[in-house]
């Protein structure tokens, strides 16, 4: 079993800037491919952002050149920065694990508002 902690939701401004956090335990070494996906009220889950145990990162055509997802795995944690956030970023962000098993977080809010 893995266990994932989302943290770094919030209010923010359009422009600004936010950082979510994922926090890993348990089976981590099962883990593959870690993700954050977003989904807004009446819209369909989307991927915004994944990494690899090898390190290679995906995007959504939407967030490249914006948000940015890195890990520590001395801390078992994933990050996604997110800078020059937009009203549509408006969404609960949810922390994904994938390998033999496929978990997720409880989600942060994230709202972008003047």
């Known amino acids: 079993q893995v266990q994932l902690v989302e943290s770094g939701g919030g209010l923010v401004q359009p422009g600004g800037s936010l950082r979510l956090s994922c926090a890993a335990s348990g089976s981590i070494f099962s883990i593959y491919v870690m993700g954050w996906y977003r989904q807004a009220p009446g819209k369909q889950r989307e991927l915004v952002a994944s990494?690899?145990?090898?390190?290679?990162?995906n995007y959504a055509d939407s967030v490249k050149g914006r948000f940015t997802i890195s890990r520590d795995n001395a801390k078992d944690t994933v990050y996604l920065e997110m800078n020059n956030v937009k009203p549509e970023d408006t969404a609960i962000y949810y922390c994904n694990a994938h390998g033999p098993g496929n978990y997720w977080g409880q989600g942060t809010q994230v709202t972008v508002s003047s």
């Open positions: 990494i690899t145990r090898g390190g290679s990162t």
